[in-house]
């Protein structure tokens, strides 16, 4: 049974590929030497998200994905990832990539803070930016089988 789940909040959204996405997400989390405890994504949108930014973090903006860390051990992921889905549609057009490998890289996004990763600073930013490239590309040479002939 997988430990990683997909829920959705004000929006019909849920990727189609989550099984492939579950293993993918286990073998991030390896790769960085965590262990997996449990992961909620929750999908919704700009307006739930907003909501929760201004309420949680203070912050008056929209975001693309907000991590709550509850893990209570070193090195074990466990935690809930709120993803807008509006965001993801906007930053695919503004980026020029497909809504689905946006989504691909605010999930990994999520899951490298729950490890500890930050991105307030020009370094840290750069770290998170090389993560999320090493992990998609992960995905592309590894994973994207499974969507496509299953397991």
């Known amino acids: 049974m997988h430990r990683i789940h ?9 990727p189609n590929e989550m099984p492939t996405l579950q293993k993918w997400i286990v073998q991030v989390i390896e790769n960085e030497g965590f262990a997996l405890e449990e992961i909620n994504y929750i999908f919704c949108s700009d307006t739930h998200l907003h909501k929760m930014n201004v ?3 203070q912050h008056d903006t929209l975001t693309d994905v907000i ?12 935690g809930d990832i709120f ?3 509006d965001r ?3 930053n695919a057009e503004t ?22 990763l930050k991105d307030k600073t020009e ?18 040479e590894s994973f ?3 969507h496509y002939f299953g397991e």
């Open 6 to 14: 997909f829920f959705r909040e004000d929006t019909n959204f849920l």
């Open 55 to 57: 309420e949680f973090l």
């Open 67 to 78: 991590t709550f860390d509850q893990s209570e051990e070193d090195n074990v992921v466990e």
């Open 83 to 85: 993803i807008s889905i």
């Open 88 to 90: 993801i549609r906007e």
């Open 95 to 116: 980026y020029q990539v497909t809504a689905e490998e946006e989504m691909r890289r605010v999930m990994v996004h999520g899951v490298l803070h729950l490890m500890g």
């Open 123 to 140: 370094p840290e930013i750069a770290e998170m930016r090389e993560k999320e490239a090493e992990y998609l590309n992960l995905y592309k």
């Open 144 to 146: 994207w089988m499974f």
